[in-house]
């Protein structure tokens, strides 16, 4: 399982005139031997080319249009595993600039003070203002980052009752954006919203864990 993970890192990663149809191709094998269940990989002249609801159709173009500059050309990487309790989605949108988001929902088994701990020292926000809000339980937003923590037992996992399990998106952003300030902090934290939904539907969570609806202002 870890060297299926590892491969599909690079190939999230890997730049543009890297991703051929042979490296596809090998991303096809390797669901073949039980790691993802889904993975693609587009790119499309031009963000209003994009799905109407790209990333497993849970982030709206609408709100990647508003974020990102207009470019002629953009690649789309998506791959999942399956709802259980290793499950694992993700989505990279990057124009032919190099400046783009990703988002990801991934199954955790650490407690919030330890997620949060492990959130407060990562990446280039660390140290930079650090402001709560009001999503899933617990939820905290950098200038260019966001993340929120959610509880969630899969349905292919609520025999288990001595385990727990959450949820943990996250998003960050690369290079410049249309907006900044607090429109970009605010837009990040409805795409982790927004990723929370879609990663609560899918795992089918059996618990009732409140989110707000995506596309407004969040409640700090």
Known sequence: MTNGMNFFKKFQNAPRKKVTLASALLAAAAITLGCVTYISFFQKDGLDK????????????????????DTESVDLRTFQT???????????VFTQEG???????????????????????????????????????????????????????????KDKPS???????????????RIDGE????????IAIEMAHYAQRKVKCQEKTYLPAPGHPVPS
């Open 183 to 190: 429109e970009l902090r605010q837009t990040l934290a409805n």
């Open 82 to 92: 399956k709802p259980d309790a290793s499950f694992w989605t993700t989505c990279n």
């Open 50 to 69: 994009l799905p109407a609801k790209p990333c497993h159709g849970a982030i709206s173009r609408e709100t990647i249009r508003k974020m990102l500059k």
């Open 163 to 177: 385990e727990q399990y959450a949820i943990a998106i996250e998003t960050h952003i690369r290079g410049s954006m």
């Open 99 to 157: 400046s783009g988001f990703h988002v990801e929902a991934r199954i955790n088994d650490s407690g919030i003070p330890r997620w949060r701990e492990w959130q407060l020292s990562q990446g280039e926000d660390e140290g930079k203002p650090v402001i709560d809000f009001k999503a899933g339980d617990r939820a905290i937003s950098w200038p260019r980052r966001a993340s929120l923590y959610l509880k969630c037992t899969p349905e292919l996992e």
